[in-house]
């Protein structure tokens, strides 16, 4: 239990385009899910925290106009890069909090051109 | 300054033996809770341990065990035996207050090498 897939595991686009990021819990409805950025040899930092049916919170320094989050379903949250440029070539990871427990996705590799 | 510290960058150890991974931390809130994930090169992040700030014992997972030293803010790693599949990058966390829905705050990582 307590499975939380991301789409696309890797991602390549050119600079200006949009990505988008899917998180989905698989067997359980999270009503928290958390979006976290990490370079390469670096730690996770959190971008922002995601509520269901309302807007996320997004941590100092993180632009909200360039990461779009949006979680509409119980199950599903998803991180939009507008814009896109090679610094925001990252890996991002999501969690689903579950039972006190945060359960995170397998991550998305962007990579842009 | 730094919520949790993890001062080695790389450790080895020969396969089979234990090692232990250092973490302190440094929070006023008197409810905590300390975790430590491990990330293999796919990425992903698998949770290990977890010990809560009121804990009277130490947590343990099979051949993971956290040596928590809470006067002095510490919450090492134990990892007893160890294995091949066993090197990834260790990354010890906390969560500050009661409320599970409060964010991680995650320290550098420590990349485990073990040798066989």
């Known amino acids: 239990g307590a499975v939380v897939s991301q789409h696309p595991s890797r991602v390549i686009c050119k600079s200006g385009t949009s990505v988008k990021i899917e998180c989905r819990s698989l067997d359980f409805q999270a009503t928290t899910m958390f979006w976290y950025r990490q370079f390469p040899k670096q730690s996770l930092m959190l971008m922002a925290t995601?509520?269901?049916?309302?807007?996320?919170?997004?941590e100092q320094g993180v632009e909200k106009d360039k990461f779009l989050i949006n979680h509409a379903s119980l199950t599903l949250s998803t991180l939009t890069v507008t814009s896109a440029h090679p610094e925001d070539s990252s890996f991002y990871i999501c969690?689903?909090?579950?039972?006190?427990?945060?359960?995170f996705g397998p991550g998305t590799r962007l990579t842009v051109l | 300054a730094q919520k949790i510290t993890q001062t080695q960058p790389g450790m080895f150890v020969q396969e089979k033996e234990a090692v232990t991974l250092d973490c302190t931390y440094d929070t006023s809130d008197p409810s905590y809770g300390l975790f430590w994930y491990k990330q293999p090169s796919s990425g992903e992040m698998i949770f290990l341990i977890y010990q809560g700030s009121y804990d009277q014992q130490n947590a343990t997972e099979g051949r993971y065990s956290l040596n928590f030293q809470k006067a002095r803010k510490s919450a090492n790693l134990v990892i007893s035996a160890s294995q091949l599949g066993d090197s990834a990058m260790y990354f010890c966390?906390?969560?500050?207050?009661?409320?599970?829905?409060?964010?991680?705050?995650f320290g550098g990582g420590t990349r485990l090498m073990v040798k066989p």
């Open positions: 966390a906390m969560r500050e207050g009661y409320n599970a829905g409060n964010m991680l705050t």
């Open positions: 969690s689903a909090l579950y039972r006190n427990e945060q359960f």
């Open positions: 995601s509520n269901e049916g309302s807007k996320a919170t997004y």
